[in-house]
């Protein structure tokens, strides 16, 4: 079975710019996590979608966003970027709605996203 | 919310020694617990987790962690350090008042093992 994909791998961007991120999660999962690593700020969650709703928020601003569609794949946006939108962006797909049951989140290898 | 604290940022360990990474959580309910490792350039890979039941849990590549409530504590350890063991480990909770995948991290723990 393929693990979670992510493209692109790298990519550089100036600051104003907008951009898209892609995760294809497992075949027949339908939670997509999203989540942001950085040196400084650590691993921080973005948002939570499954089943193309989002069902949870994590504390950034509103230039980030995400969706996902009805094949699970999901796709975040960054508008305006800023120089501290520099990260790793990791994705994490699992079957099942709640992590609090045996249901485990396999991460993709996260979109290295650099401002210029 | 819950926290993390993940007790030092960087170990460092004798090939052969033992592992003993630490970690703490915040949380007024039994939490979720997961240790996972990543390596450079990589994602992140589950190592173990606690939900409920037996409070010594066995995870890969030879790591074990113990769920120990009185302390608030899920400190993760390796009998014999490998050189391939050379990672950062990250200690991670399931929010207790979410129903979700969300996890909150600690820190993270890079491990490095001395030939």
């Known amino acids: 079975k393929a693990g979670v994909t992510q493209t692109p791998r790298y990519l550089i961007k100036t600051r104003g710019q907008q951009v898209t991120l892609s995760c294809s999660p497992i075949s027949g999962h339908r939670s997509v996590s999203w989540y942001q690593q950085t040196p400084g700020q650590g691993l921080q969650f973005l948002f939570e979608y499954f089943s193309e709703t989002q069902r949870n928020k994590g504390n950034f601003p509103g230039r980030f966003s995400g969706r996902q569609f009805s094949n699970s794949r999901s796709e975040m946006n960054v508008s305006t970027l800023e120089l501290g939108d520099s990260a790793l962006y990791l994705c994490?797909?699992?079957?099942?709605?709640?992590?609090?049951?045996?249901?485990?989140?396999?991460f993709g290898p996260g979109t290295r996203l650099t401002v210029l | 919310a819950q926290s993390v604290t993940q007790l030092g940022s960087h170990v460092s360990v004798s090939e052969g020694a033992l592992v003993l990474l630490r970690c703490n959580y915040s949380?007024?309910?039994?939490?979720?617990l997961f240790w996972y490792v990543q390596y450079p350039n990589q994602g992140l890979q589950l190592l173990l987790k606690?939900?409920?039941?037996?409070?010594l849990v066995k995870g890969i590549n030879g790591f074990e962690a113990e769920f120990k409530k009185s302390e608030t504590s899920f400190h993760l350890t390796k009998p014999s350090a490998h050189m391939s063991d050379a990672a950062e480990y990250f200690c991670a909770v399931i929010d207790d008042n979410n129903a979700g995948n969300m996890l909150t991290f600690g820190g993270g723990t890079r491990l490095m093992v001395k030939p």
């Open positions: 994490a797909s699992s079957w099942g709605a709640s992590g609090r049951l045996n249901n485990e989140q396999f």
């Open positions: 949380s007024s309910v039994p939490p979720y």
């Open positions: 606690y939900t409920t039941g037996a409070t």
